[in-house]
């Protein structure tokens, strides 16, 4: 594991979503003991740090993004002492813990917004955002909620429209009014008093809006289409990402530096600009430590995709530390929304080549459950459905449920081990063949690649730490090198179905390093020869440290 203060620097976080990871009490909805008697299957991958999404007291209309009590465990997930049994027993293993800070928005059942929309006169009055109707009655301006109709609802006790970016039940907090920001410290301070190592910081660029709350200008649709989520009609000027957010991030940077080798990772949305943000947000010492965004998930899987990916994971002037995900609980899981042989299921190759992919990039990287495993996206019928995001949308956007149905622990036993009872989403029939018992028994098996990769990276600090250099190689090839203090590791990637072989991009010898084998690359003399998707990961042996960037010759198999 990475030691020091700054251990997160090129950590590998695994994301627990805990309403899908492990049953302990057979109500069909994962919880903390749950967790805490899984954590070796954590541990044994060899990543260092847990980060478990919300699991706090919540009427549950987001699945535990809309919070009623920051400080109680929901009981669905059990209680404060389960909690403190799960932190203690991942310390023990090595395993650093990251929570959920929600800091834009609550429940509306939260007491503050019970509080703030009461009376225009009690303390908490201004703790959310309130503005006054348009003449006419309509909401203040046109800002709309990221899940469908517009971002104001209309509160009668105040006579005033309050804004929420998500569902109408998740009030936005104000975090200009300075008691409202303490208030949000103080919930990361309780957190850090019980000993955990720092926050995933949700939807960031929605911390901070034009305190004008000037009306954001339209954006016509490219194709001259209406998308089916309004959200994408208008250019997000004024509703986020306001550079007001600055001090917000500073100050919780001073909260996380009062307890040392605790770190921060912002969520940075896709809007344009995302990748600049994430520098922005993470660079120099008194902001955030690291932050990712889903931007590049939005594209296909092509050259050019992984072009720009390399490109940006190299950094501009190394400023700033960004961290990678492919999957999370947000969206469709990778094998399945990249899988280049779409509609058929995806090869069991370009799993292999996606995780290889992601560990090499520069950056810390976070890995969501089941990832490992190489599920793919659930198929769910709308009577399935739970995700408010989705059954706003439907058909046309089916929401996230798919990429949060319950990890498959056992395949032979029922609902795959997850639950004793009948699981809150059902688990895909095609998940039982991919559960971890199977694949702890099948020699070469994606979770046994994973753990021989996880095991690479840690071994080499030009993987964890090092400068990224991305090659020019022709389709269906990428690229890349990592040097870190003399020590430089080639990654070659095929990109396409079919086999492709390159001349090595640079003079001298290179090692194919053990635990990449069975991924489908070897090196012959000067040439590397890639299977479909294969990959080759090598250590440079040359002290000559120049990366021709057009000596790439191309030789089709
Ligand atoms: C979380 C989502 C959630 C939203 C609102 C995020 O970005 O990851 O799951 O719905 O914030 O809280
Ligand atoms: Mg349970």
């Not at 201004?126 to 509160?155: C, I, Q």
């Not at 995709?305 to 990678?324: I, Q, Y």
Request: glycine share 10%; proline share 8%.
């Amino acid at each position: 594991m990475v030691a020091g203060a700054d251990w997160w620097r090129g950590a590998v976080l695994y994301q627990v979503y805990p309403r899908s990871f492990a049953d302990s009490n057979g109500d069909g909805v994962g919880d903390l003991p749950g967790i805490t008697a899984r954590l070796d299957h954590i541990a044994r991958l060899g990543v260092d740090a847990v980060w478990i999404c919300p699991f706090y007291a919540s009427p549950g209309r987001d699945f535990g993004y809309d919070i009623a009590d920051h400080l109680a465990v929901d009981p669905q997930f059990g209680t404060l002492a389960d909690f403190d049994e799960l932190l203690r027993q991942a310390h023990a293993r090595g395993l650093k813990v990251l929570l959920d800070l929600v800091g834009g928005h609550t429940s509306d059942q939260h007491p503050w917004f019970q509080r703030s929309r009461a009376r225009r006169d009690a303390p908490e009055a201004d703790w959310y955002v309130w503005a006054d109707p348009s003449p006419d009655g309509t909401p203040p301006n046109n800002w709309l909620s990221v899940f469908g109709g517009a971002a104001w609802s209309w509160e009668p006790r105040r006579r005033q429209y309050y804004l929420h970016h998500f569902l109408s039940s998740q009030p936005a907090l104000n975090l200009a009014n300075p008691a409202a920001l303490e208030a949000v410290l103080a919930v990361g301070e309780f957190w850090l008093r019980r000993g955990v190592d720092g926050f995933r910081l949700d939807a960031i660029d929605f911390l901070a809006h034009d305190p004008a709350l000037r009306g954001n200008p339209a954006r016509p649709p490219a194709d001259g289409q209406v998308p089916a989520k309004l959200f994408g009609l208008q250019e997000h000027r004024h509703d986020m990402m306001d550079a007001s957010i600055m001090p917000i991030l500073r100050r919780i940077r001073a909260l996380t530096d009062r307890y040392p080798g605790t770190t921060t990772l912002g969520e940075v949305s896709s809007q344009d600009g995302a990748f600049a943000r994430v520098r922005r947000y993470s660079a120099g010492e008194d902001h955030l430590h690291m932050a990712y965004t889903l931007r590049p998930l939005r594209g296909g899987f092509d050259h050019a995709t992984v072009r720009d990916l390399l490109r940006e994971s190299a950094g501009e002037g190394e400023e700033g530390w960004p961290c990678w995900s492919f999957s999370n609980h947000d969206v469709e899981r990778a094998v399945s929304r990249w899988n280049p042989d779409r509609p058929a299921a995806p090869d069991p190759r370009f799993a292999r080549l996606l995780a290889a992919l992601l560990l090499s990039l520069r950056g810390s990287v976070c890995l969501y459950q089941g990832e490992e495993l190489g599920l793919t996206e659930a198929e769910l019928t709308l009577e399935q459905l739970r995700d408010p995001f989705g059954l706003s949308y439907w058909p046309e956007f089916r929401g996230r449920d798919g990429s949060r149905t319950p990890m498959p622990w056992r395949a032979a036993a029922p609902q795959a081990g997850f639950t004793t009872g009948q699981p809150w989403l059902p688990v895909p029939a095609g998940h039982h063949a991919l559960a971890v018992d199977r694949q702890e028994a099948e020699e070469g098996s994606l979770l046994q690649v994973w753990r021989r990769l996880l095991r690479l990276r840690r071994a080499h600090p030009a993987l964890v730490r090092g400068s990224l250099r991305p090659l020019d190689l022709p389709r269906p090839l990428a690229g890349l090198v990592r040097d870190y203090a003399g020590q430089r590791i080639l990654a070659l990637f095929n990109l396409s179905g079919e086999a492709a072989s390159t001349v090595l991009p640079m003079p001298g010898g290179a090692r194919m390093l053990p635990e990449a084998a069975g991924l489908g690359g070897r090196i012959q003399g000067d040439t590397a020869l890639l299977a479909p998707f294969g990959v080759v990961l090598a250590e440079l042996e040359t002290s000559d440290r120049t990366v021709p960037r057009r000596a790439a010759r191309l030789i089709r198999a």
